[in-house]
């Protein structure tokens, strides 16, 4: 069992920057492939960033390539994403998950490859 709490969400003017955390307890984090999602009102959940347990392989969106980066401190059991050049339309609860994997090298983008979810932080961002 893995519990993720993230916190680091609020609001920000657009051109701002923001870091998430995911603080993670529970045995193994370190085996376990990352990913933070997003949800804007009226919108389905998607994967904005997703990261392996080793190999330091990574996914990024088309839409925050370049402007968002994953990372993960396993000695400290948790995630971070840090968000620069925000937008508008980047306004939405952003959510931490985790999926048990046996293969170090390996993310996923899909929503039901995860097996545990945060409760999810508000990311406002004015224009």
């Known amino acids: 069992q893995v519990r993720l709490v993230e916190s680091g969400g609020g609001l920000v003017q657009a051109g701002g920057s923001l870091r998430l955390s995911c603080a993670a307890s529970?045995?193994?984090?370190?085996?376990?492939?990352m990913a933070w999602f997003r949800q804007a009102p009226g919108k389905e959940r998607v994967c904005v960033a997703a990261?392996?347990?080793?190999?330091?392989?990574?996914y990024y969106a088309d839409s925050v390539k370049g402007r968002f980066t994953i990372s993960r401190d396993d000695a400290k059991n948790t995630l971070y994403l840090q968000m620069n050049s925000l937008k508008p339309e980047d306004t939405a609860v952003y959510y931490c998950a985790a999926a048990v994997t046996y293969s170090a090298s390996v993310y996923f983008q899909n929503l039901d490859d995860y097996n545990y979810w945060g409760q999810g932080t508000q990311v406002t961002v004015s224009s």
């Open positions: 990261i392996s347990w080793s190999r330091g392989n990574k």
């Open positions: 529970g045995r193994a984090f370190s085996s376990y492939a």
